[in-house]
């Protein structure tokens, strides 16, 4: 039985906190003495609504567009008109093999996507994302490596990327390094040692299961797909529905009142970089099988579509607000202008203008959208 | 928050280390790479020329190796390098980066090189620096990326890159006209685009397919490398649901792109490579793919650079040519590998 009224002595919780009329007169004590302190059952509920009541009511439209699903809806409009477009100047856009076509080519950036979005919902950011990747498929795809099998390449490129995500994350948290320049440094010596170990050459795949992987489709769809959405869901449901999420969207928020509430949050930290580390590898194994190959060449400048996607999503970049499924729409925006550009026959320049335009216009509508609705 | 359990702590402690040491292991055991032994393509000095003259220090200077033709490239060169007892070989950090290829190549001036072999990341950027050198009477090899000015080098050697397009669509232009195909679908898979060397054999392909009466459709371009091939070919393949031909520029890309045409199962057309990797004759000769042939831009010119570099540093000319001077210019020919004469190539391939 939730009781509202506020305890005495706890005061200026909120300004303009409710007083304790909200107790039915009916079940109140015969107030002949001064009422005994009754702890509130429900502080939380009572806390909320007066912080709801304290907050300013923004415009419907800003409201909309701010909330979890309004901010995806931006993005789902901008997918929708590329698709108008894509049906209105090309043929064979709408044709499923196309379609399926989209999907593999978003499904790589897509898994680093997920990775990334983590780390910048926690509050810091992965640079390295592209170069670990192309360090993990060089390392699963040596001729010793190969020589033992597909699930030792499997297993090497995740710990490969694990193990690179856990010295990014360990520098972080406790060396007191900017995510920035930690993950730059990163970024620059797993390409040196990607190209150390290849010497520079492409190793081809000859693993048969792995080369598989891109030409197996279940159902009529490749499981490039499949492995896509598998990650995408582990990574909703980790994100939405465990304690690990709610800790990341705490410690991107506001780290020092999530270290006083009693969050780790050097230790959230490190296993922020290692699951980022853990999608690079992932990715690694996937482009390994799709372009047959172990390059140092893998992944340059994926990170910065990474995080074009995730900032476009509606992510925001200082962290503590976005969401999984923003950032995989970003993914898809970007996939789908490649592809209609290349269904034209346009060249790529026009189409990264294109690209540069439209992260500037999303950014826009989020920033515009919040100021309005925080008054 | 402070364990309670002390010894459990310990044994999870010496677990994680136990596991750490163990994954590492595993992942230290994984790096050995014996690379296939490619075998560089290097020529021995025949008749006068093969007498030691002066000994002569060559500077060499290139593009970092980010696929296996420019990796080639540096193995040749050092490769034909040893071969001269006469020759001190002097190469410098290789680096895709002008400013710091300007650099490096200043430090060879300032050495006093007696030859100095440069392939440019960009002709034009770095002819006033051939022009340094020239001046400061070290005579300069341009290899194959041209300087934009004559005044910037001795003697510029490189392939044939209009010939290269016009050879490729030749092949094409023969093979479709023995089918007797009407109204053809032709594609073509550049590299990098902004490069001048891409335009050449764009043209020349484009203009060798006109002397046939076709035209080219579906154009895209990738990056040299197979990543950007197998994203490239696999929307290209979408917007053309049906092709005739495809001309691939350049044999590493071409990685990606037959794994994206693989992947898409599609085997109504047949391809043409660039380059003449190893991996590409090898599929070639298989004759289980869509590669039926490809147009030669060989690497083994690098070789032929230091074999020049050697002759202007002794002042020597050519051995089958009258004059006693080497030419300004060579331009090598671009010659097309089918599967009738793969065999006698497959030696010069290099590997991607």
Redesign the interface.
């Given at each position: 039985m939730s009781d509202h009224s506020a305890a005495p002595g706890v005061t200026g919780t909120a300004p303009g906190a409710a007083p304790p009329a909200s107790a039915p007169p009916a079940s109140a004590p015969p107030a002949s003495a001064p009422p005994p302190a009754v702890p509130a059952t429900d502080e939380r509920g009572r806390i909320e609504k007066a912080a709801r009541a304290a907050e300013p009511r923004g415009s419907t439209l800003g409201r909309l567009l701010d909330s979890g699903v309004g901010r995806n809806l931006g993005l789902v409009a901008v997918l929708v008109l590329l698709c108008v477009v894509g049906v209105a100047t090309?043929d064979?856009f709408a044709?499923t093999?196309?379609l399926l076509?989209i999907l593999?080519?978003a499904s790589i950036i897509g898994v680093i996507t997920v990775g990334v979005t983590f780390v910048i919902i926690g509050g810091g950011i992965d640079l390295s994302v592209g170069k670990v990747m192309a360090l993990a498929s060089v390392?699963?795809t040596?001729?010793?490596?190969q020589s033992?099998g597909p699930v030792?390449m499997v297993?090497?490129a995740l710990?490969?990327g694990a193990?690179a995500g856990l010295v990014n994350g360990l520098l972080i948290a406790y060396g007191r390094i900017v995510p920035f320049i930690v993950t730059l440094a990163m970024l620059i010596s797993a390409q040196g040692l990607a190209e150390r170990?290849?010497?520079?050459?492409?190793?081809?795949v000859t693993d048969p299961t792995i080369a598989a992987i891109?030409?197996t489709r279940l159902l009529g769809i490749?499981l490039m797909v499949y492995i896509f959405a598998a990650v995408v869901a582990v990574g909703w449901v980790l994100l939405n529905r465990t304690t690990f999420g709610r800790r990341t969207f705490a410690i991107g928020g506001n780290p020092e009142a999530a270290r006083l509430a009693?969050l780790?949050v050097r230790r959230h930290t490190i296993a922020l970089y290692v699951l980022s580390g853990l999608c690079c590898g992932i990715a690694a194994i996937m482009?390994a099988s799709?372009?047959?190959?172990g390059?140092?060449?893998?992944?340059?400048l994926y990170e910065l579509d990474a995080i074009a996607a995730v900032i476009i999503g509606g992510t925001l970049l200082t962290g503590g607000r976005g969401t999984l499924i923003g950032s995989i729409l970003g993914v898809l925006v970007f996939t789908t202008i490649?592809?209609l550009f290349?269904?034209?026959?346009l060249?790529?320049e026009i189409q990264n203008i294109a690209k540069g335009v439209i992260i500037v216009i999303a950014v826009l509508i989020q920033t515009r959208a919040r100021r309005s609705s925080s008054g | 928050?402070s364990d309670p359990h002390p010894l459990t702590a310990g044994l999870r402690r010496r677990g994680f280390l136990i596991g750490a040491l163990g994954?590492g292991a595993?992942?230290t055991?994984?790096?050995?790479?014996?690379?296939p032994a490619s075998s560089a393509n290097v020529a021995v000095a025949a008749g006068d020329n093969a007498v030691a003259g002066t000994p002569v220090t060559i500077g060499f200077s290139a593009p970092?190796?980010?696929?296996?033709w420019i990796?080639a490239i540096a193995n040749n060169a050092a490769a034909q390098a040893g071969q001269y007892p006469d020759v001190t070989f002097e190469a410098v950090n290789p680096t895709n980066d002008v400013t710091q290829q300007i650099a490096a190549v200043d430090t060879l001036i300032t050495k006093q090189v007696d030859a100095l072999v440069i392939l440019p990341n960009d002709g034009s950027q770095l002819t006033s620096l051939g022009r340094k050198a020239m001046a400061a009477g070290i005579p300069v090899i341009n290899l194959d990326r041209i300087f934009d000015s004559p005044l910037a080098y001795r003697t510029w050697i490189g392939g044939d890159n209009y010939g290269m397009g016009v050879s490729a669509g030749t092949y094409v232009g023969e093979q479709l006209k023995a089918k007797g195909v009407t109204n053809p679908v032709i594609g073509e898979i550049a590299g990098i685009?902004s490069l001048p060397l891409t335009q050449a054999r764009s043209q020349g392909f484009a203009d060798a397919l006109t002397s046939y009466g076709f035209a080219l459709g579906?154009?895209?371009?990738a990056d040299f490398?197979?990543?950007g091939?197998?994203?490239?070919t696999?929307?290209?393949?979408?917007?053309a649901?049906k092709l005739d031909a495809l001309w691939n520029h350049d044999d590493?890309q071409g990685?990606?792109v037959?794994?994206a045409i693989?992947?898409?199962?599609r085997t109504e057309f047949f391809m043409v490579g660039g380059a003449g990797s190893a991996?590409a004759m090898r599929d070639i000769k298989a004759d289980n793919t869509v590669l039926k042939a490809t147009v030669t831009y060989s690497p083994s010119m690098a070789s032929s650079a230091i074999a020049l570099a050697r002759l202007v540093a002794q002042n020597k000319g050519m051995g089958d040519l009258v004059e006693k001077e080497v030419p300004t210019s060579i331009t090598l020919a671009s010659a097309t590998i089918t599967k009738e004469n793969v065999d006698t190539y497959l030696a010069l391939g290099f590997?991607?």
């Open positions: 090309a064979t044709t093999s196309n076509t593999t080519s390392w699963a040596t001729v010793a490596t033992f030792v297993f090497c710990a490969v193990g170990i290849s010497g520079r050459r492409s190793q081809i891109a030409t490749p009693g780790d482009i799709l372009t047959t190959t390059s140092s060449t893998h992944g340059t490649t592809n290349v269904l034209n026959n060249e790529t | 928050m994954v595993t992942l055991a994984c790096t050995s790479n014996e690379a970092a190796a980010d696929h296996g990796a685009d579906p154009r895209q371009a490398t197979a990543q091939g197998q994203r490239v696999a929307n290209l393949l979408q917007a649901p590493d990685i990606g037959l794994a693989s992947q898409a199962a991996n590997e991607s």
